[in-house]
């Protein structure tokens, strides 16, 4: 049995369905296909959750810029909703006709598009529903309706093209922690359900969702933006596949973004640690939760390319090669870029030394509003880190930070991460741009530039 992943990419317009189509054409055994929301609905179903959310509370600015405790004094209310509504309704009008418009280009009689049907009208009953004050709860419940809808517009093409395909609502098998938008898996309870779901007596096609989960009462999670990789491998892992296939828009895992750094390579094979470090530290074309389910039980991840499947690719699995850490023929240095960074730097008011117990506050924090930092450092009397810009998670933050330090904040950074480096490349990459925070091993360079 193999997985397949489709990312939104791969499922945007007719042109990359028909290709996804031709690619489980030629795959004749047992199959698990994921598939992410269409195009960019992700991003688009964010822009509606904002717009619901400010209509509801009848605020000017948008909702998640709203500081914690005023936000919290505010009412909702159904006249509200009534009379501030409008943003939001075109906002899910222009979404449901983008998948509509897909919808009458590919398929023409399908009692499945009864289904299609009805999971718009349970997401514009959502919104005339009185919302919770819990913004990644809010999150979860709308923005998952991306995966569900394209999943079944893509099961009902499939079907009138001949497959026998089955639609499975992986809510129903993996199952989470309440932990929402970065739900954490219960691996035993997800392997006995996806198990009971995944039987393959009368299927050998099944078409499920990525990024989304649900807790052990039934309420709708995420594991994370772009989780839907994530999402294969937890298939794979409690299903035992054969391998996993990620098929995206480019040719398979580089060195660097071709679209920031110049003569990229195609990497043809790398290890798991290598991937575990290369998305640890940002690299985007994998989720950074991906590989290991994989690693624990050695099964093979392949990154193609859609538009030429025919393309090896980049093969992830076992090459001790690329643990050693030095440049070499095999091992050619690997750069990640994350830009949009925060820098904070800390201070306690009576200018104390920063040791365990003002880190240990500062960290709490971080846990609390489940901001993951990137690159830190510490002098004797302060504290900075960078981290992702956030602008739920870093207000309410920020706020109680200041309850307890002097803190410098400001937003516009670079991080760069460089592995398996040597001199004359980090000099070549940086040239001459201002480093802020520098951190160096034996295998990886780390750089916050301005």
């Known amino acids: 049995m193999q997985i397949y992943k489709f990312g939104g990419a791969s499922v945007r317009n007719t042109k990359t369905i028909s290709s996804l189509k031709n690619i489980i054409s030629q795959n004749n055994g047992e199959l698990i296909v994921v598939v992410s929301a269409m195009g960019k609905t992700t991003q688009q179903l964010e822009i509606l959750l904002n717009k619901y959310l400010k209509a509801w509370f009848n605020i000017q600015e948008n909702f998640t810029s709203v500081p914690k405790v005023q936000r919290d004094k505010l009412n909702a209310s159904i006249e509200n909703w009534n009379h501030n509504n ?3 309704l075109d906002e899910y009008t222009n979404i449901k006709n983008y998948h509509y418009q897909i919808v009458n280009e590919i398929i023409k009689e399908n009692i499945s598009l009864n289904k299609i049907g009805e999971l718009f009208n349970e997401l514009e009953k959502c919104l005339e529903q009185e919302p919770s004050y ?4 809010e999150y979860d419940r709308i923005v998952s309706y991306g995966e569900l809808v394209s999943t079944r517009i893509i099961n ?26 970065d739900a954490q898996v219960n691996w035993e309870l997800t ?3 996806c198990q009971r779901l995944f039987t393959f007596e009368k299927e050998k096609l ?18 994370g933006r772009e989780g839907s990789d994530f999402s294969a491998a937890i298939l794979a892992y409690t299903l035992k596949a054969e391998n996993v296939t990620i098929w995206k828009d ?3 895992v580089y060195n660097g973004d071709p679209k920031i750094f110049k003569e990229v390579e195609l990497l043809e094979k790398i290890s798991y640690q290598e991937a575990i470090e290369q998305t640890y530290y940002g690299a985007k074309v994998i989720h950074p939760k991906t590989i290991k389910p994989l690693q624990n039980k050695k099964i093979p991840l392949y990154v193609k390319s859609f538009e030429t499947p025919e393309s090896p690719g980049t093969l992830i699995h076992s090459y001790e090669k690329w643990n050693r850490g030095s440049i070499t023929k095999d091992v050619i240095p690997v750069f990640i870029s994350k830009n949009n960074q925060v820098l904070i730097r800390v201070i306690p008011f009576d200018y104390s030394f920063i040791a365990e117990e003002n880190l240990s506050k500062i960290f709490s924090l971080f846990a609390k509003y489940r901001i993951r930092v990137n690159l830190m450092q510490n002098t004797a009397i302060s504290f900075s880190a960078s981290f992702d810009h956030d602008v739920v998670k870093i207000p309410p933050f920020l706020e109680e930070l200041k309850a307890e330090f002097e803190c410098e904040f400001n937003f516009g950074y670079e991080l760069l991460t460089v592995r398996h480096f040597d001199d004359i490349v980090i ?3 940086i040239g001459n741009r201002e480093i802020v925070i ?11 530039l301005k």
């Not at 951190?439 to 780390?446: C, D, F, L, V």
Request: a negative charge; hydrophobic letters at 30%.
């Open 427 to 429: 000099s070549e990459i």
């Open 191 to 193: 392997e006995q359900f």
């Open 156 to 181: 009902a093409f499939l079907i009138e093209q001949g497959f026998n395909s089955k639609w499975i609502d992986i809510r129903k098998g993996i199952k989470t922690g309440n932990f929402y938008r």
């Open 438 to 448: 520098e951190e160096k091993n034996s295998t990886t360079a780390r750089f916050l």
């Open 86 to 88: 409008k943003e939001a």
């Open 134 to 137: 819990n913004y990644d709860y």
């Open 206 to 223: 099944y078409i499920t969702q990525g990024f989304i989960g649900s807790t052990v009462n039934n309420h709708t999670t995420t594991l």
């Open 250 to 252: 480019v040719d398979g």
